[in-house]
């Protein structure tokens, strides 16, 4: 109980400083402000570093220069349109919009309550974040708002849902059941980093196959652990507004003929998907990038998706009557992101401005040149690099861009001590996605601000943040552990892909 109390008060502490911090407008604002200075306070004192792969001299760039002045006018509106998730999030939202106000998600989260027994509730929801990042970034925004209601509906706190499928769809990014889209990513980076030591090895896509599956399980017990032993008692009693609707009733005979309707709809629009993959020439098949048309237009499908389904549900139940109800209805979701917009405005030109400072570059190369020069070697080595990259994770959002950064330089160095290059990712992996959840340089932080901002209008930065931090500690821990765990044990971490290499001689 006194370890309990001890946290709690840790937790509160994150809380009250971060929620001292102003509107998260406000600070976006002036992280701007920060950056601008910082960068010519230190391009001033001519801080550089060499890129490790292409040799070239990477300097602070000042802000305050001619050039960038004109570029942060210039590019404004340009670094608006370009936010990463401001399409995703507004295009999906027109979609999950009609489903939601017809009354299909309502409908559903009333079926699926009756389904899924309460005592596996939170482990199915976490299990789906994790299963989610094969859609890429979808799972933010279909899912983290779906996790919240799910939990209003039964009488449990929103902001603890949110916070399970935020946890298992960012903080296990790295986890899944199959391969994803970043074991390519990764891979194709380990390689070229692994060519420097040894001109003919691969890292394959299954280089991590193994952990990452047995991983998806780890991190489902510790996400629901979290959830029903911290956040939940932390988060305390939840009483819903009268503008939150979260009673759920026995389903009309009209509603149950609308989630039929619904379902139909569905499985037919589903089908029609599944034809673009029956021929070689298929719409959603290429010769050369498999699946790539598939994935590129994941965001307009599930906006379809939810647009067709939530219209055939809402006609069927009588809670549409005509296309203005529709547009009524699109209308009122646009118009509840109005928060989020803005956000969005501010928060891409800090991490516009931040890029452009060479800021989060200096600071990546400069921490992987200090571990190395550390001299650490063996299961210390690999926790410091787990460390390492999760720091860096705080000021650079990429996976892929750290790794680039990171791979060329401790991929050959753990080769040279005799680790293969498919450790190296693995343990990276671990610290890449633990302190996603922790991070407001995510671009997605906003996104589940705006989310719990439907809960709790006066949410800030310290309150999420100090509800994801004991997920961030606890998948940072255990992974960590099962990580030394198979090294201990041999296990190799997927098909081919040994823990443990040959160390090159001096000759090769």
Aim: glycine share 10%.
């Amino acid at each position: 109980m006194a370890t309990k109390g001890k946290l709690s008060g840790i937790l509160d502490r994150v809380e009250r400083i971060g929620n001292r911090l102003p509107d998260p407008i406000t600070l976006f604002l002036i992280l701007c402000g920060l950056v601008v200075i910082s960068s010519w306070i230190l391009a001033s004192m001519g801080l550089s570093v060499v890129h490790p792969v292409s040799q070239e001299t990477i300097a602070v760039d000042s802000l305050l220069s001619a050039k960038n002045i004109q570029r942060m006018l210039h590019e404004m509106v340009s670094n608006f349109s370009a936010f990463p998730p401001l399409g995703l999030v507004l295009v999906t939202m027109i979609g999950i919009g009609v489903a939601e106000r017809s009354g299909l998600v309502a409908a559903g989260l009333t079926k699926l309550v009756m389904a899924v027994p309460q005592s596996l509730l939170t482990a199915t929801l976490v299990f789906a974040g994790i299963s989610a990042n094969v859609a890429a970034d979808a799972g933010y925004v279909v899912l983290t708002p779906l996790g919240a209601m799910l939990f209003a509906a039964v009488g449990r706190h929103p902001l603890a849902g949110l916070a399970a499928v935020f946890a298992g769809v960012s903080g296990g990014f790295s986890a899944n059941l199959i391969v994803t889209s970043l074991d390519p990513l990764l891979g194709g980076i380990s390689t070229t980093a692994a060519q420097i030591i040894d001109p003919s090895y691969v890292v394959d896509v299954t280089a991590n196959f193994y952990f990452n599956f047995v991983s998806t399980f780890l991190l489902v017990i510790v996400g629901t652990f979290v959830t029903h032993r911290i956040v939940e008692p932390r988060l305390g009693t939840w009483s819903a507004g009268e503008d939150v609707d979260t009673e759920l009733k026995a389903l009309t005979k009209d509603e149950q003929k609308g989630l039929m309707a619904a379902c139909l709809t569905l499985l037919g629009f589903t089908a029609l998907v599944l034809l673009g993959f029956v021929s070689d020439d298929g719409v959603f098949r290429d010769p050369k990038t498999g699946m790539k048309p598939f994935m590129d237009a994941l965001v307009p499908l599930l906006m379809l998706g939810f647009l067709l389904a939530g219209v055939a549900y809402g006609v069927v139940a009588k809670t549409i009557k005509s296309d203005k109800d529709v547009s009524a209805m699109t209308a009122d979701s646009m118009a509840s992101m109005g928060g989020y917009i803005v956000l969005a405005f501010v928060a891409a030109q800090f991490i516009a401005y931040f890029s452009w400072s060479n800021i989060g570059m200096v600071t990546a190369i400069s921490g992987a040149a200090a571990l190395k020069a550390i001299g650490f070697t063996g299961l210390p080595l690999i926790l410091a690099f787990i460390a390492v990259s999760a720091g860096l994770n705080l000021l650079i959002g990429s996976a892929s861009a750290k790794w680039a950064i990171m791979g060329p330089v401790f991929v050959p160095m753990l080769m040279l001590l005799g680790y293969s290059p498919e450790l190296a990712q693995a343990a990276y992996r671990i610290g890449d996605s633990t302190t996603n959840i922790i991070t407001p340089l995510m671009p997605y932080f906003p996104v589940i601000i705006a989310f719990a901002k439907k809960y709790d209008k006066s949410i800030g930065l310290g309150t999420l943040i100090a509800t994801m931090l004991p997920y961030s500690v606890g998948f940072f821990l255990m992974w960590a552990v099962m990580l030394l765990v198979w090294m201990v044990f041999g296990i190799p971490l997927g098909p081919d892909a040994p823990l443990l290499i040959e160390p090159p001689s001096a000759s090769q």
